[in-house]
């Protein structure tokens, strides 16, 4: 069977990926899982929380997103990531700006973050049509929470709005187009809303946050479909409640993009238990963080969507993102 583009489907990763982890260990409390978004170690005092992550699709701020990216994954156990590796694989004919740019914008990141870079590898690599660069970050914290940890009537909160980092990924293919000159602006500055590392933090300080996961591949629904098979639970969502913004909204009429399906770094899923929804909007207030009640968690191991005029589909599998199908098709990534 021949692949699609983007991460594996569930069924090949629990086939293939999950159960190939080596020598066991009693030192692993949390071990990989479709829908988990890091590894979490037993140290004699506390956890050491782990997640790697590539950015692939995309030549421009490619360090900027690798920090992001994992830092996120870490960020959903409410916890800061304070140190990190990075493997940075260079096409050939790559020049000395091309670096340069590369590791300062990786270096800014992690400094706005309060990560600190430790080491790992660089080299140009034969057969690339643009860099490739993966991140691992670290946490050392005394308690975490997982995707996996919802309850039955928890509701599902989601800070910000849909498909924000495909947003910025498809602007410039949007404005090729005919999307207007101000919406590609705006939809370009996306970019800086894609950390989730501070609304993370302070919505596991609330201590009614029982999961979170990030909105990546495959976007929102990918997100909510991946937190039900983590929590073993049924998940109603309200298509209707999902925040959609508006230059979201015209980038993907104009390239025939579902928003709900598109990237979505920066965009966060909380499970808060039932009743203290305020509480977390409240918290995270004072970053200026919009949080949205957009379904509940109950018993069964279905996710359904209930769409507008009442109707529900079921989400069988993890989406492939949008994304990954205009690239295919309009050659947006410029190297």
């Not at 590894?39 to 692939?56: H, N, Q």
């Not at 009537?153 to 910000?160: A, F, N, R, S």
């Not at 947003?167 to 989730?196: H, Y």
Request: glycine residues 12%; hydrophobic residues 40%.
């Amino acid at each position: 069977m021949k692949l699609s583009l983007g991460k594996l489907p569930p069924a090949l990763l629990t086939r293939y990926i999950l159960d190939m982890t080596g020598a066991p260990s009693e030192e692993l409390v949390v071990r990989p899982g479709v829908g988990l978004d890091f590894g979490v170690v037993k140290l004699r005092s506390g956890f050491l929380i782990v997640s790697s992550d590539p950015v692939t699709g995309i030549a421009r701020n490619a360090g900027r997103h690798a920090v992001v990216v994992s830092a996120n994954d870490v960020a959903t156990s409410g916890n800061r990531a304070s140190f990190m590796q990075s493997v940075i694989l260079l096409p050939e004919r790559v020049d000395e700006g091309t670096v340069k740019e590369l590791t300062s914008k990786m270096a800014d990141t992690a400094q706005r973050l309060g990560i600190t870079i430790i080491g790992g590898h660089t080299e140009v690599t034969p057969g690339l049509a643009r860099p490739i660069v993966m991140t691992t970050a670290f946490a050392i914290a005394p308690s975490f929470v997982t995707a996996g940890g919802a309850k039955v009537g928890d509701t599902l909160m989601m800070t910000k709005s849909a498909g924000i980092e495909g947003t910025a990924i498809l602007a410039e293919e949007a404005a090729r187009r005919g999307a207007s000159p101000a919406t590609v602006r705006r939809a370009s500055r996306f970019l800086e809303r894609m950390s989730i590392v501070d609304e993370a933090e302070k919505a596991f300080e609330t201590g009614f946050v029982h999961a979170m996961h990030d909105c990546t591949e495959g976007g929102v629904l990918g997100a909510v479909y991946e937190m039900g098979v983590a929590s073993h639970l049924g998940l109603e969502v309200d298509e209707r409640e999902i925040p959609v913004a508006g230059e979201t909204r015209a980038v993907c009429a104009v390239l025939g993009v579902d928003p709900l399906r598109l990237m979505g770094s920066g965009a966060l899923l909380i499970a808060a238990e039932g009743g203290t929804e305020e509480a977390v909007r409240s918290a995270l207030a004072p970053l200026g963080t919009p949080v949205t009640s957009i379904g509940r968690f109950r018993k069964g191991g279905r996710t359904l969507i209930q769409k507008k005029g009442g109707r529900r589909t079921l989400i069988r599998d993890s989406p492939t993102d949008e994304l990954w199908r205009v690239e295919g098709t309009a050659h947006l990534v410029s190297t």
